[in-house]
């Protein structure tokens, strides 16, 4: 009996990629609802029993493609949360919002997040993960709050959870606004946000 020669680790995840990165290319040029499957087949170059073997259904790549959206910025995001010592809220965002900027061009990942939050608008599955993974987001915003208190940075009485909400919610704003209207870059955001911080003068 003759040995199957065993298919490597590195094969299957080389593989598995090159699907992902076909779905990406398909999903980016025609949007999550006009790719179909038949579509990532011919882009990635192979078989459908190799395509299905990774991926049954476009469910399955929309998920995938998702946690691989999301994934980059979890941990850009909670490097932030624990970086020693803490950085003040504002380089906190200005790093954020670096990472975002590598992210929003033609090919950026974060171009898919608005077809992935469409799409959980659809699908529950979907939905909960998104809903699951934006939470972690924000507990890394909270956290960043709360040692921003600790530090003296913001005042005694300020809710880490509401300070962290409300510094999460600047990120998806920023590049909402720069992936629509190409507008403001960073700097101005950046220039406006430490005016709010500020308050007023004199």
Request: glycine letters at 8%; aromatic letters at 8%; a negative charge.
């Amino acid at each position: 009996m003759c040995d199957v020669p065993r298919v490597s680790d590195e094969h299957l995840a080389a593989r598995r990629r090159q699907i992902l990165d076909a779905a990406r290319r398909c999903f980016l040029r025609d949007g999550f609802h006009n790719t179909s499957m038949q579509d990532v087949i011919r882009e990635a170059g192979l078989s459908v029993g190799a395509v299905y073997r990774y991926f049954p259904s476009k469910y399955d790549l929309v998920t995938a493609i998702a946690q691989a959206v999301i994934g980059g910025a979890d941990q850009v995001f909670a490097e932030l949360a624990r970086h020693e010592p803490p950085l003040p809220v504002t380089e906190v965002l200005d790093r954020a919002l670096t990472y975002v900027d590598s992210q929003t061009g033609e090919d950026g990942v974060l171009r898919l997040a608005i077809q992935v939050w469409s799409e959980a608008q659809r699908d529950p599955a979907l939905a909960e993960f998104v809903r699951a993974t934006y939470g972690g987001f924000r507990n890394h915003f909270v956290a960043i709050a709360r040692r921003a208190g600790e530090a003296g940075e913001l005042p005694a009485e300020a809710d880490p959870e509401a300070v962290g909400a409300a510094l999460f919610g600047l990120v998806p704003g920023y590049f909402m606004q720069r992936m629509l209207t190409g507008s403001p870059d960073r700097a101005t955001f950046l220039a406006g946000v430490r005016a709010l911080l500020a308050g007023p003068t004199g």
